[in-house]
């Protein structure tokens, strides 16, 4: 085994794969962009070494520098994660030619894999089933169009290199094959440098099935059974399960007979994941395969009671695999979800900042976290805005489900937006809980998943205030404490007035929204006025962060998950967030004004600039197109009217909230 290894990657999977290589005995070394000085992994390695600026080609992508450190500190082995270098035939090829071992395949497996169209040309030879395509090398718009119409629609373009979701379309009539197509090429050739596409017949309705395969150096294969990921938004995994709820034993025994089939046709080493697109009716059909660890493995894990990193490391040290295709368990049942700092409110726009709140469910057998951040670190514009992995396990699906919905009640971010409520809908969304979801169901009907219009429900409100107004007291009896003469009535925060106490009016935000509602009453015991009508509260009080209280007599509790600035509350099915503000502010005059000007919602490069000066432009036009975060943002038009300025051309790296285009008043 060895000794030291270095780590190519940063965040999640880097703290992940140093908990294991600590618990092996195996010293560890980070490497790190500038932006990430401060960053868990760096703090959690036992070494750790800054490789250039910001920018990934600037530093996480330099096979170079990281080589370069991995032979001054001594490390035997480098372990890519996933993402960056980790698909990189050239850097395994330059790794093992430094006289370090990389942790995953062979580079002439990835070269074979590399390409979308030759693996599924080889994955036909080898007899694992494909979907009806076009692969060839000419790319010329005209064939391409002309093969497009020969398969027949719905038809997906996807990028020939690369992943995670990009450069994929799908087109469901020719004519709008060539706008898709330009489109398609233009995101794969910023994401992936290449912009080489392949056709093939799209699976209605689909289910998407992977199966985790292992192989060693001796001729070894075996598969670690499989995992679903047919919650997807965009092609963008969202909930990750196994076993699946979809496969009948046979489909599974056939599907995992596949997957080694497509492992040993090019000659397997390590982790991998094949991934295989599957019909209502069972068909299912090779996609690709990823030649690395997935963001997903922990639901293996969690099944197995297997620890995936080990396992690379011992397979890369020369080690044969460690147990045998009918000594694999399967246990229990796991499903993962992943909380990103975005708002699914603004068409998950990624976000950024610094974590003021991070709340997570204590790690136990049944509830699992990976995360590469605490409160206080920063979510960067550099690099995917993942916050953590929440994983859980329990004895069947339904337990897992009812476990996975607790955890993410205990959940709390504050600072940048996340997706924490969107997961809470998902799971309990009858298509998740029934197990009926397919890949595209997410982008069909993605308004069940999003919070109806309307105020909340008014028994959450009032806890909500509720809760608002013994903390209130709280930090008034500390405030009282402290003066020069804590026993004067005029020390205390009651609303105390002559013979009563006091109304006050407490006015916070809802997604955006003013509310105002008028309460009076003190230590437990109120009257709240919601839209005129009262409600009596008594015996309210806080214990072990729930709040416990009678409503009109009916009793309640509510867990507290912030107060102060926000008050967040919860029921057990769904939160309520209310961020406090002034009972008196003056109106934004500079709020018209917005529907003058199109703003950059956040850092980014300039991809396309789609009008000019003196155009004409209908409200929802499209007027520019930014990348940030590895995806593209279509910034639109805010109303009918002629554009008088253009403030940024392509190529040009914007700040949040720029002036990027201007209408005529």
């Known amino acids: 085994m060895f000794d030291t290894i270095l780590i190519a990657n940063r965040g999640e999977i880097a703290c992940r794969v140093i908990r294991t290589c600590r618990r092996l005995g195996i010293r560890t070394v980070a490497v790190y962009s500038q932006a990430d000085a401060d960053a868990q992994h760096v703090r959690q390695a036992d070494e750790a070494h800054c490789i250039g600026g910001p920018r990934p080609q600037d530093s996480y992508l330099r096979g170079d520098a990281i080589i370069e450190v991995a032979k001054k500190t001594g490390a035997q082995a480098i372990h890519p994660g996933y993402g960056f270098l980790s698909e990189n035939a050239d850097f395994a090829d330059a790794v093992e030619a430094a006289g370090i071992v990389f942790i995953g395949p062979k580079a002439g497996s990835m070269r074979k894999m590399g390409s979308k169209a030759g693996a599924k040309e080889l994955m036909q030879a080898a007899g694992v089933p494909v979907v009806p395509g076009y692969t060839g ?19 997906m373009i996807k990028a020939a290199h690369g992943g995670g979701g990009k450069g994929m379309r799908i087109v469901r009539t020719s004519d709008e094959f060539l706008p898709n197509l330009e489109s398609c090429q233009r995101e794969a050739r910023n ?21 985790q395969v292992f192989g060693d150096a001796y001729g070894g ?7 679903e990921c047919s919650a997807q938004r965009r092609y963008q995994k969202v909930l990750e399960e196994s076993p699946s709820p979809f496969l009948t034993p046979e489909l599974r025994r056939a599907m995992g007979e596949a997957a080694v089939l497509a492992a040993r046709a090019i000659d397997y080493v390590n982790a991998g994941t094949v991934e295989f697109i599957v019909g209502p009716d069972g068909g299912f059909y090779f996609m690709e395969i990823n030649t690395r660890l997935q963001v997903e493995h922990p639901v293996t894990e969690m099944v197995t009671g297997l620890d995936l990193v080990e396992w690379q490391l011992r397979i890369a040290a020369g080690q ?14 796991a499903i993962e979800v992943r909380l990103y700092a975005e708002d699914p409110d ?14 997570l469910p204590q790690p136990s057998a049944h509830v699992r976290i990976d995360s590469g951040v605490v409160e206080g670190d920063t979510v960067t514009i550099f690099y995917d805005p993942m916050i953590a992995k929440l994983i859980v396990w329990d004895t069947d699906r339904p337990r897992a489900l009812a476990r996975l919905r607790d955890a993410l009640a205990q959940c709390e971010i504050a600072g940048p937006k996340s997706n924490v409520e969107f997961l809470e809908r998902l799971v309990r969304h009858p298509a998740v809980v029934e197990a009926t979801i397919d890949t595209g169901l ?39 404490a402290a003066s020069g003469d804590p026993g004067s009535p005029w020390a205390a925060s009651d609303g105390w007035r002559l013979g009563h106490a006091g109304h006050r009016t ?16 003190h230590g437990g015991g109120y009257r709240v006025a919601i839209d005129g009508t009262a409600h009596a509260v008594s015996g309210a009080r806080f214990e072990d962060g729930a709040l416990s209280l009678r409503i009109e007599e009916r009793a309640q509790r509510v867990r507290v998950l912030d107060t102060g600035a926000r008050t ?6 769904a939160r309520l967030r209310l961020e406090t503000v002034p009972l008196y502010q003056a109106d934004d005059a500079a709020a018209a004004a917005g529907a003058d000007r199109v703003l950059a919602p956040m850092p980014g490069r300039v991809v396309l600039v789609r009008v000019a000066p003196g155009n004409a432009v209908q409200q929802g036009q499209d007027v520019m197109v930014i990348e940030a975060m590895k995806m593209e943002l279509a910034l639109k038009a805010p109303r009918d009217g002629t554009v008088a300025e253009v403030r940024a051309a392509m190529g040009d790296f914007v700040e949040a909230d720029a002036v990027l285009v201007t209408l005529d008043p």
């Open 137 to 155: 090398e000419d790319q010329t718009p005209e064939l391409l169009h002309r093969e497009a119409d020969r398969i027949g629609y719905p038809l």
């Open 191 to 211: 994401a992936f440098g290449r912009d080489r596409v392949l056709l093939e017949r799209y699976v209605e309705q689909p289910r998407h099935i992977e199966i």
């Open 221 to 227: 294969a075996i598969h670690l059974n499989e995992r």
């Open 320 to 333: 044969p695999l460690p147990l045998a295709q009918d000594e694999i368990a399967q246990r229990g049942h």
């Open 346 to 359: 603004a068409g998950f726009l990624p976000g950024s900042g610094r974590l003021e709140r991070l709340v």
């Open 442 to 480: 997410l982008d069909r009907r993605l308004e069940e998943f999003l919070p109806a219009p309307g105020s909340p429900p008014t028994d959450l409100l009032v806890a909500a205030t509720v809760a608002r107004l013994l903390d209130e007291e709280r930090r008034g009896r500390g405030c009282s």
């Open 506 to 521: 407490l006015a916070s935000t809802l997604r955006g929204e003013r509310l105002e509602v008028q309460a009076q009453g």
């Open 568 to 573: 967040v509350v919860h029921d057990g099915r």
